[in-house]
Nanobody, 120 residues
């Protein structure tokens, strides 16, 4: 079993910054890919930023140039640095990871979500 624990959400004024963290722990042989998604009320969950299995990064067009995803492989942790935040960035942010267990089976996991609220 694997746990994804997110932290770093909160309330910030427009133009401000926040840094989210997602730490994976448990039965981890390797991490295939890891990323951040968000869901605002009444909308579908959308990809914000992610590492692909090949180590490339993808960003939603709405956050390009403002958000940066990074990771610390030694800590099995991914980060999302969010700058120049806008009210439309308000959402619950979720970490998602596809992890290879020691059995070599791959499983998808989601974090519990962390609220980001940007006031105008």
């Amino acid at each position: 079993q694997v746990q994804l624990v997110e932290s770093g959400g909160g309330l910030v004024q427009a133009g401000g910054s926040l840094r989210l963290s997602c730490a994976a722990s448990g039965n981890i042989f390797s991490i295939n890919d890891m990323g951040w998604y968000r869901q605002a009320p009444g909308t579908q969950r959308e990809m914000v930023a992610r590492f692909t299995s090949g180590g490339m990064t993808n960003y939603a067009d709405s956050v390009k140039g403002r958000f940066t995803i990074s990771r610390d492989d030694a800590k099995n942790t991914a980060y999302l640095q969010m700058n120049s935040l806008k009210p439309e960035d308000t959402a619950v942010y979720y970490c998602r990871a596809r992890i290879v267990a020691y059995s070599h089976a791959m499983y998808q996991y989601w974090g519990q979500g962390t609220q980001v609220t940007v006031s105008s």
